[in-house]
């Protein structure tokens, strides 16, 4: 099974589905979104694959959302999207895709649709706190 992460190294979530992925005997292609940066195609796709709009994707904390007014009511998708090319950070994280579909894997257990996890493979986040469901 192939995988594609969409990553922030420095997420503890985005840490902890990287390691369960590989756990699970992946490698996954990891895109370091911070770095590589969105177009707004990619963000459509993306979204629309997970079911998931703009606002449900923006990320709220330790990004620049409030000081843009981003967090107002009625802004719109559009102004959302234009944001999130300008500024990878506003797009949570992580974002996988594997042929089970797209998900925003937030918490790190709903990787676990996206997978099947082997035999006596025990997932586990960071904090040794499994993932399960």
Same mark, same amino acid.
């Given at each position: 099974?192939?995988?594609?992460?969409?990553?922030?190294?420095?997420?503890?979530t985005s840490r902890?589905?990287?390691? /369960?992925?590989?756990?699970?005997?992946?490698?996954?292609?990891?895109?370091?979104?911070?770095?590589e940066g969105w177009t707004r195609a990619q963000l459509l796709g993306l979204f629309a694959a997970a079911d998931v709009t703009p606002r449900g994707a923006l990320r709220e904390t330790k990004s620049p959302a409030? #000081?843009?007014?981003?967090? #107002?009511?009625?802004?719109?998708?559009? /102004?959302l999207l234009e944001a999130m090319t300008r500024h990878p950070v506003l797009v949570n994280r992580p974002f996988v895709?594997?042929?089970?579909?797209v998900r925003l894997?937030?918490?790190?257990?709903?990787?676990?649709?996206?997978?099947?996890?082997p035999q006596g493979v025990v997932l586990a986040k960071e904090d040794g706190s499994p993932?399960?469901?």
């Open positions: 099974m192939t995988a594609v992460i969409y990553h922030n190294p420095d997420c503890g902890n589905v990287l390691a /369960a992925l590989q756990a699970c005997g992946l490698e996954p292609v990891v895109i370091d979104y911070l770095s409030a #000081e843009l007014g981003l967090l #107002e009511n009625g802004v719109s998708d559009d /102004a895709c594997t042929p089970k579909g894997c937030r918490p790190s257990e709903v990787l676990l649709d996206l997978i099947d996890v993932i399960i469901r």
